[in-house]
């Protein structure tokens, strides 16, 4: 227990010692590029919502948009969730039998997550737009 304390303060202390030193003139350049940044993100976003407003009708573009960004954003995470869930399962899992538990019914919410983010937007595309269309 006092190596995983030891080891965590290590890590706070060397990661707060990377920080990058900024001086006061970069600090008016990091503002402009970093406004510039966000209306580009805006304007980029407004488009895709307008795209997706075209194709579903004007108040399902907004959750059309939506639900593409949670598929996209959902396979990462819970591959994540799965290689954590594997862990628990076939690594600690071999010592205690609850861990193993654990990772296994973390690997089964992982994936029925993953299938739902994946399968809901085509059949919100099904619903809406028609199966012929």
């Given amino acids: 227990m006092r ?24 600090i008016d350049t990091m503002d402009t590029n970093t406004a510039s940044e966000l209306i580009e993100m805006k304007e980029k976003t407004k488009s895709e919502i307008d795209e997706y407003s ?10 059309a948009y939506a639900l593409n960004k949670i598929r996209i954003f959902s396979i ?10 594997a862990l628990y399962q076939y690594v600690l899992g071999t010592r205690r039998l609850d861990s193993k538990h654990k990772g296994f019914n973390m690997i089964v919410a992982f994936i029925t997550i993953l299938v739902i983010c994946q399968v809901l937007p085509l059949i919100f595309a099904i619903v809406i737009r028609g199966w012929g269309d």
């Avoid at 030891?6 to 707060?16: A, G, Q, T, W």
């Fill in 3 to 26: 190596k995983l304390a030891l080891s965590i303060i290590l890590l706070i202390i060397v990661l707060l010692s990377c920080g990058t030193i900024v001086k006061a003139e970069q």
């Fill in 76 to 85: 990462p995470l819970c591959f994540t969730g799965i290689a954590i869930g």
């Fill in 54 to 63: 075209r194709k579903y009708g004007s108040e399902y573009g907004t959750v």
